[in-house]
C-alpha cells in the first residue's frame, strides 16, 4: 500500500506540522502542556502515550485496515477509534514513517468547562478529562472526526508557552508492550487518568 504522508503546507490556525514528523515517543512528550480544544473547548494536554509503527501494541502493528486508516494517511491529522464498543479515543498521527500516532489520555479542562460538565454529567473538574474516553466525551469527539486536520477547525492546537516537568513510565492496559515506556504525563498534575510509577 502506498500511503500519502506529507505535512500540509498551509496550517491556518499556526500548527507546525512539523512537530509530528518524528518517532511518536517524541512528539508524545513535546505534547505535554500545549493547548488542545474542539470547538472551542478543551485544555492543556497532561498525559499522552506514543505507539509506533512496529510496536506490537499498536493498532498499526499488522497493517492498514479500514479502522485505522487514518494511521496510515497525513501526519498532523485526527486517528479516533473506539475502545472496547464504549469510547472514543482521540489520536494524533505521527511519524516518520506511515502508522504511527499518539493519544491523548488525559487534558486539564481550561476551556469551554460547563459544556464539558453538560456532556459529562459530571462536576468535579478532576473528572472531566482525566481519561481518553472521559476526555472524548468532554470534547464531543467521535468517528466523525477521524481524519480530520488538526490546523483547521474544530481542533486549535497551541504550543505551550513554558517549559513543564515530565513524568515517564509505561503505558496503560495493555497485554503487548506493556514496559515499554512511551507514557508520558505532566509530573504532579492532578488531572492525570492515574499517577505514574515512583520507581520504574
Known amino acids: ?27 508524545a512528550r513535546d505534547l505535554i502542556g500545549m493547548i488542545l480544544t474542539v470547538d472551542g473547548v478543551g485544555g492543556r494536554i497532561v498525559e499522552t502515550e506514543a505507539y509506533h509503527h512496529e510496536d506490537p501494541a499498536s493498532h498499526a502493528f499488522t497493517g492498514p485496515t479500514a479502522r485505522n486508516a487514518a494511521m496510515f494517511g497525513p501526519i498532523g491529522h485526527a486517528y479516533v477509534y473506539r475502545s472496547y464498543g464504549l469510547h472514543w479515543c482521540l489520536n494524533l498521527v505521527c511519524g516518520e514513517e506511515p502508522g504511527s500516532a499518539v493519544l491523548i489520555r488525559a487534558l486539564e479542562p481550561t476551556a469551554g468547562i460547563d459544556l464539558m460538565r453538560e456532556r459529562r ?3 468535579p473538574l478532576r473528572l472531566l478529562c482525566s481519561g481518553p474516553g472521559r476526555l472524548c466525551q468532554a470534547l464531543g469527539v467521535t468517528r466523525e472526526h477521524d481524519g480530520a486536520r488538526l490546523d483547521a477547525p474544530p481542533f486549535d492546537l497551541e504550543p505551550s508557552m513554558r517549559d513543564w516537568e515530565i513524568a515517564v513510565g509505561p503505558r496503560i492496559g495493555l497485554t503487548k508492550g506493556v514496559q515499554t515506556p512511551w507514557r508520558y504525563g505532566l509530573a504532579g498534575s492532578k488531572f492525570l487518568s492515574r499517577p505514574f510509577p515512583k520507581s520504574f
Not at 4 to 14: A, I, K, T, V
Open 1 to 27: 500500500m502506498t500511503a500519502s504522508f506529507l505535512p500540509h503546507s498551509s496550517n491556518p490556525s499556526g500548527l507546525d506540522v512539523k512537530l509530528f514528523a518524528r518517532h511518536p515517543a517524541a512528539v
Open 121 to 123: 454529567g459530571v462536576e
